[in-house]
């Protein structure tokens, strides 16, 4: 158990829609970055954000956006979804330092949530 | 970012037997991470590498960044069936802490 905990598991939906992914970092832990793992992309980073800041961006289409509340957990928001952002969403976290592998080069992971647009 | 080249694709090994898969890229990096990955979970740090030349262990695994920080490997020793999953590596872009990936190693090992 990785300590990052990431809700919904699952989630199906039609395109067009909108939806929220949560997830919770290590306790202490001050960054989270979003991922996207698709079969013929890999895994790719979303967007980072530092104790409520946005750190860094990635591949992230403008249908997409994030944040981070003041308690650290985070929500990405996924809108006007398409069948091609049927993917696995991943959250990591990083970035305690009084933590083994503390520093922000080591990121942990979420188990997920798997979306999938019909 | 800065594209990590992964080999093999995929590996179809025997338990018991030693697993050597490498990550190269064209640009230099301070940071090798390995990951693996199981069906249906979050990928899982195995080993950070920091310094070229490093070598590092973790039980029956074994990386190394490589001396000329473009490259790093990854060893595993008397494989067992537990070990199945993708392997990935990863390092930061040069201009932040976001991670790059390798397309991953594909592991069976059968019984």
């Known amino acids: 158990d990785s300590g990052v905990t990431q809700t919904p598991k699952h989630l199906i939906t039609a395109t067009g829609q909108r939806v929220t992914l949560r997830c919770s970092p290590r306790?202490?832990?001050?960054?989270v970055y979003w991922y996207q793992q698709s079969l013929d992309q890999g895994l790719q980073f979303l967007i980072q954000?530092?104790?409520?800041?946005?750190?860094a961006k990635g591949n992230i289409l403008e249908r997409f956006s994030a944040q981070q509340f003041p308690d650290l957990h985070s929500e990405l928001n996924l809108s006007s979804l398409e069948l091609g952002d049927s993917a696995l969403y991943f959250c990591?976290?990083?970035?305690?330092?009084?933590?083994?592998?503390?520093?922000?080069?080591?990121?942990?992971f979420g188990p997920g949530t798997r979306l999938t647009v019909l | 970012g800065q594209q990590l080249n992964q080999s093999p694709q995929s590996m179809f090994i025997q338990e018991g037997e030693d697993v050597s898969m490498n990550c190269t890229s064209s640009?230099?990096?301070?940071?090798w991470l390995w990951y693996k990955q199981e069906p249906g979970e979050g990928p899982v740090l195995l080993i950070a590498?920091?310094?070229?030349?490093e070598l590092t262990s973790n039980g029956r695994l074994t990386a190394q960044f490589g001396i000329t920080r473009k490259d790093s490997f990854l060893n595993i020793s008397a494989s067992i069936p537990s070990d199945v999953g993708i392997y990935f590596c990863?390092?930061?872009?040069?201009?932040?802490?976001?991670?790059?990936f390798g397309k991953g190693t594909s592991l069976l090992v059968t019984p």
């Open positions: 306790s202490g832990d001050l960054s």
């Open positions: 590498l920091y310094k070229a030349g």
């Open positions: 640009s230099i990096f301070n940071t």
């Open positions: 990863a390092s930061n872009s040069n201009s932040g802490y976001a991670l790059n």
């Open positions: 990591a976290s990083s970035g305690n330092p009084g933590l083994a592998g503390g520093g922000h080069n080591e990121q942990f």
């Open positions: 954000y530092y104790n409520g800041e946005e750190r």
